[in-house]
């Protein structure tokens, strides 16, 4: 269990105890603890598809939540940026977006988009065989054959379940990015420039947000969209 006063800022939920003083605990999944939001808190605190943990466990146990369209029983499962939440049972849709404010807000969504979604890559690596490994901010893994395609802050947009990929969102001028973190949480802006890295000076990228010109580190910088993003990535309110 997780006290609420204690939990990860992520959390936007009350610290008062209005359903008692504890969480659930995030368990080992796709996102790291610190960035992902179990199952029970996402369906009674965000979604308020139930009332209280015990009807939570029940809609789990029926297999009514879809995650990334593959039903999740486990109640500590994290979800996080970008993930398609399906409730089964009431037909409704949701994406985990980031909100004023908020790392994490489920976002409605048309059914069109729930095949969806986008992952930011953190990673790449050459694997045995000349080809290469693409590890995404949501812990999935692709093999490439073009290791010049893709790029450490790229995006890549993917069908679920099937992981297969759609489109390659280059980190560049032009591009439309999403601000996953700092002041700027939640910012569309337009990419103007990337400034490389150095020993003493972390990566940037320049962006353009309304009429204000912004630097912000590379890796809270997502590119969602060449030039416009195809799905929902935020939501206003």
Same mark, same amino acid.
């Given at each position: 269990?997780?006290?609420?006063?204690?939990?990860?800022?992520?959390?936007?939920?009350?610290?008062? %105890?209005?359903? +008692? =003083?504890? #969480?659930?605990?995030?368990?080992?999944?796709?996102?790291? *603890?610190? $960035?992902? &939001?179990?199952?029970?808190?996402?369906?009674?605190?965000?979604?308020?598809?139930?009332?209280?943990?015990?009807?939570?466990?029940?809609?789990?146990?029926?297999?009514?939540?879809?995650?990334?369209?593959?039903?999740?029983?486990?109640?500590?499962?994290?979800?996080?940026?970008?993930?398609?939440?399906?409730?089964?049972?009431?037909?409704?849709?949701?994406?985990?977006? %980031?909100?004023? +404010? =908020?790392? #994490?807000?489920?976002?409605?969504?048309?059914?069109?988009? *729930?095949? $969806?979604? &986008?992952?930011?890559?953190?990673?790449?690596?050459?694997?045995?065989?000349?080809?290469?490994?693409?590890?995404?901010?949501?812990?999935?893994?692709?093999?490439?054959?073009?290791?010049?395609?893709?790029?450490?802050?790229?995006?890549?947009?993917?069908?679920?379940?099937?992981?297969?990929?759609?489109?390659?969102?280059?980190?560049?001028?032009?591009?439309?990015?999403?601000?996953?973190? +700092?002041?700027? #949480?939640?910012?569309?802006?337009?990419?103007?420039?990337?400034?490389?890295?150095?020993?003493?000076?972390?990566?940037?990228?320049?962006?353009?947000?309304?009429?204000?010109?912004?630097?912000?580190?590379?890796?809270?910088?997502?590119?969602?969209?060449?030039?416009?993003?195809?799905?929902?990535?935020?939501?206003?309110?």
């Amino acid at each position: 269990m997780q006290k609420r006063l204690s939990a990860p800022r992520v959390y936007a939920v009350p610290r008062k %105890p209005r359903h +008692g =003083r504890f #969480l659930t605990k995030v368990g080992p999944g796709p996102h790291p *603890k610190e $960035l992902g &939001i179990d199952l029970v808190t996402l369906l009674r605190d965000y979604l308020r598809s139930v009332s209280n943990a015990r009807e939570a466990l029940y809609a789990l146990k029926n297999r009514y939540l879809l995650v990334d369209g593959v039903v999740r029983t486990e109640k500590s499962f994290p979800v996080g940026l970008m993930d398609v939440i399906e409730v089964a049972r009431e037909g409704k849709v949701y994406r985990m977006v %980031p909100a004023v +404010g =908020r790392l #994490l807000y489920p976002a409605p969504i048309p059914d069109s988009e *729930k095949g $969806l979604k &986008i992952s930011m890559i953190r990673s790449k690596v050459t694997v045995p065989g000349g080809r290469v490994q693409l590890g995404t901010h949501d812990g999935r893994s692709f093999l490439v054959d073009d290791p010049d395609a893709y790029f450490v802050g790229d995006s890549l947009l993917i069908k679920v379940p099937s992981q297969e990929i759609v489109s390659r969102i280059p980190l560049e001028e032009g591009t439309t990015a999403l601000v996953i973190g +700092g002041e700027r #949480l939640s910012s569309l802006g337009k990419v103007v420039r990337v400034i490389p890295g150095s020993f003493s000076v972390r990566p940037a990228v320049e962006l353009e947000i309304g009429q204000e010109r912004v630097l912000v580190p590379k890796e809270l910088a997502m590119p969602v969209g060449m030039p416009e993003p195809p799905i929902t990535v935020r939501w206003v309110e």
